[in-house]
C-alpha cells in the first residue's frame, strides 16, 4: 500500500545543513495499523510530511499504490498534532468537515451524508452546529479525525494526534482510533512518541533511532485484534513488548546498535 | 536572509525613484505635474539650504511634539482613573462610544474661529485625535490584567496605588505603548492637515504655499520630507515599543477596536 | 429587568449629565462663538433641512463611500498578493512603508494637479489616503496564515481560489478589519479636508461657509452633523464587523478565559 525507500531530508537554510532524516525504509500493507515511535526531536513529524506530500524529500521516494506521492494525493488524510490550529475556527463543525469534500467536487447530497456519517463515528453528531473553539480539546481532535474520515482516504496519516490531550481522553481517543480502523478497514500510519500508546494501537511498531534519522527496529504486536485499556495493558505480553521497544529506544538515544548499516554522510 | 531581504528592498526603492524619473521624461504624464525625481532631489536640496524650511520643520515639530504630549498624559491618566474607579467605565462606556468616532476635523472651524492660526489651532485637533488613541489603548490594556494576578495583590493586602503601580501598569504597558504608537502617526497627520487647511506656520503651510505658488517641485520636495518624518517618527516609535517591551513574553500586535 | 434597568442607566446618565451642564452653562452666554445650547439646536432644523441633505450630506457620503470601497477593494487585492510572495513582499516594504507614512492631507494639491477639483478628485484623495492602513494590515494578515492551517489545507486539496476564499482571507480577517477602520476614519477626515478646499457643495464646505460668514450657530450645527456621521459610520461599520468577526471575538474570548 505505502512505500518508504531510502528517503532521506536535509533542511537547508541561512548556511546550515540540518540531516533530520537520513535514510528510512519501511512498508505499510494494506489495512495495517503501523506506529511510528522514536525519541523526541527524531524527525517523525518531517518524516510524515514527506509521506503525505507537503514536503518534498531530498533523496529517495514515498509510493502510494505504487505510484510516487509528489503532493498531496487524494486517497490520503493527515490528522495534525495542533488540533487548534488545524481546524479553522471561523467555521463551524460541520463546515469545516465539509470544506474538503466541496474541493472534491462531491454532490451537495452526498457531502451531507459523509459528515453526518463521519460526525456520527466520532460521536459529535450533537456538535456538528457549534465553532471548534467551544468544544474541548479531545472534542476538537475528534473533529479532526471526522474530517479525515468523511474525507474517505485509503491511507490516514496521524501525527501524534493526542499529545495534546489529557490522559483520560486520551485513552478514549485510542480506543476510537482502533474501533474505526477496525470498522473501516483503512491503513493507517500513527506517529508517536509514547511507547505504550504505540504497542497499545500498533500492529506493527517502526522504532526510529535518533536525528538523522533511520529505523532502528521493526516490531509485530502479536497482542489479540480485541484490545482494551483495562486488560491488555496489564498483560504480560503487553509488558514484554513495551520493554522491548523501550530498550530498543534507549538504544537509539545513545546512537549504538543501530540494526541497519548506514553509510555516514559526510555534512 | 536578512542580508537577501534588504538587498530587494533597495531595489524596490531604486525601481520607485528610476520610475519617478523615467514616467515623466518619457512624457507618459506631465511634467509640470509630476516633476522627475532628479528635479524633486534638487528642489529638496534647496529647501535643506532656505532657513525658512528649517523654521517651518521646527514648528511642525513643536506642534506634534506638545500635542502629542498633552493627549498621552491626559489619555493615560484618564484611562486609569476610568480603570480604578468603580462603575466609572460602565459609566463612561457609551460617551466615549460617541465622541471617539467624530472626526477632529470638525473642529477645524471652530478652532479657526477662537485661536486664528496660532499654535494652539493646531494643538486642538492634535489633541483631540491623539487622546483617543491613547485612552483606548490603556483602557483596553487594564482590561487585560490577570483577574488572579489582581485578586492575590488584593489578598496580600496592597493597596489602591501599590495595585495600579505593580499590577494594573506592567500589564497595561504594552498596549498604552501600542496606543503612543497609533497616535504619534494620528498627530503629525492633523498637525500638517491643521496647518495646510488653516494655515498656521509649520511644513503644511509652506506646501500650501508652495502649491499657490506653483512651485510644484518644492511642493513634492516638501511631501517627501512629511513623510521621511513619518517614517522616521514610525520606526522611532516601534523601537520605543520594542525597547520598553524586551521584558515581556509577547510583544504583542494591536488590538481590534 | 432591573439590570436592563441598571445598564440603561449607565449607557444614558453621563451623556445626559454632559448635555445639561453645556445646556446650562452656555445658557446665558453672550460670547458670540460660544452660544447657548439652546439656540443651537433651534437652528438645527432651520440649517439641515431635506433639501440640504440632498445637496450637501449626500455627495459627501458618497464621494466617501466610492473613495473608500475602491480603497478596500484595492488594498485587499494588492495586499493579499503581496503578502503571499516573500520576495514581492521583500521589494516592496520599503516603499510601502515611506508612502503610508505621508500625512494622507498633503496628497490633496497634488492630486488637484492631475484631477482637478471636481468629484473625481475628492474620490481619488480618499481613496489614496484609506489605501495604506489597509493594504499593509492585509499584507501583515495574509503572511501570518498559520503553518499549520496551511498545511491542513494542502494536504485536504483545498487550493487556488478555494484556498484563498476560505483560508487566507478569513484567517487575516481580523487583520484586515483593523486596517479597514483605520481606513474609515482617515476617510472621513478626506471628505471633509477635501471639500474645505475646494467644493461648491458637501459637508466640509458648507461648515467652512458657515464659519467665514460667522454664522456660528450655523457652524455649531454643522459639527454636531459631522460627529453624528462619524458615529453612525462607526456603528455601522462595528455590525459589519461583529457579523464578519463574530467567531475571532468568541476565540479571543475562550482563549482568554482558559489563560
Known sequence: MLDVRGLKKVYEGSGRRVEAVRDLTFTVGAGELVCLVGPSGCGKTTLLKCVGGLLAPTAGEVLLEGRQVTGPPPAMAFVFQEYGRSL?????????????????????DRRRELVADALRSVDLADAAGAYPWQLSGGMQQRVAIARAL???????????????????????????????????????????????????????VVVLSASPTVVQEQLKVDLPDERDQLHTRVAPRFAELRTHVYEQIQAAKRGGGTTKSDAPQPL | MKGANLALG???????????????????VKEAYFPPTSKIADAFAGELTDSAFWTALGDTLTGWAVGLAVAACAGIVAGVVISVVPYLREATASTIEFLRPIPSVALIPLAVLLYGNELRSVLLLVVYASFWQVLIQTLYGVRDVDPVAEETARSYGLGTWARVRYVLWPTALPYVMTGLRLAAAVALILTVTAELVIGSPGLGARIGIAQNSQAVPDMYALIVVTGLLGLLINVGARSVERRALAWHQSVRGEVTV | MRRFLLRLVFVVALPVVLLAVWWLASDDST????????????????????????????????RLAAGYATA??????????????RRVRAVCEPVMEFLRAVPPPVLIPVIMLFAGIGDTMKVVVIASGCVWPILLNTVEG?????????????????TGAARLRHVVLRSASPQIF????????????????????????GLGF??????????????????????????????????????????????????????
Open chain 3, 206 to 259: 458648507t461648515v467652512v461657509q458657515f464659519q467665514r460668514g460667522f454664522a456660528i450657530p450655523d457652524m455649531w450645527t454643522g459639527i454636531l452633523v459631522l460627529g453624528l456621521l462619524g458615529f453612525l459610520l462607526s456603528v455601522l461599520f462595528q455590525l459589519v464587523e461583529r457579523r464578519v468577526l463574530g467567531w475571532y471575538h468568541g476565540l479571543r474570548a475562550s482563549t482568554r478565559r482558559s489563560r
Open chain 1, 150 to 204: 468523511a474525507y474517505e482516504p485509503r491511507v490516514l496519516l496521524m501525527d501524534e494526534p493526542f499529545a495534546a490531550v489529557d490522559a483520560q481522553t486520551r485513552a478514549d481517543l485510542e480506543d476510537l482510533v482502533r474501533r474505526l480502523w477496525r470498522e473501516r478497514a483503512i491503513t493507517i500510519l500513527f506517529v508517536t512518541h509514547d511507547i505504550d500508546e504505540a504497542v497499545y494501537l500498533g500492529e506493527r
Open chain 3, 72 to 85: 478596500a477593494v484595492t488594498g485587499v487585492a494588492l495586499g493579499t498578493v503581496i503578502g503571499s510572495h
Open chain 3, 178 to 201: 483593523a486596517g479597514l477602520r483605520q481606513g474609515l476614519s482617515i476617510g472621513i477626515i478626506l471628505m471633509v479636508i477635501s471639500e474645505m478646499f475646494a467644493a461648491s457643495s
Open chain 3, 142 to 158: 495574509v503572511r501570518a496564515v498559520d503553518s499549520v492551517m496551511a498545511d491542513t489545507a494542502r494536504s485536504y486539496g483545498i
Open chain 2, 10 to 28: 533597495a531595489a524596490g526603492l531604486a525601481v520607485f525613484l528610476a520610475l519617478g524619473e523615467a514616467v515623466p521624461r518619457l512624457g507618459l
Open chain 1, 88 to 108: 479553522f475556527p471561523w467555521m463551524r463543525v460541520r463546515e469545516n468537515v465539509e470544506l474538503p469534500l466541496k474541493q472534491k467536487n462531491l454532490a451537495k
Open chain 3, 31 to 62: 460670547d458670540v462663538y460660544w452660544p447657548p445650547l439652546r439656540t443651537i439646536l433651534k437652528t438645527f432644523p432651520d440649517v439641515w433641512t431635506a433639501e440640504r441633505l440632498r445637496t450637501d450630506a449626500f455627495p459627501s457620503v458618497l
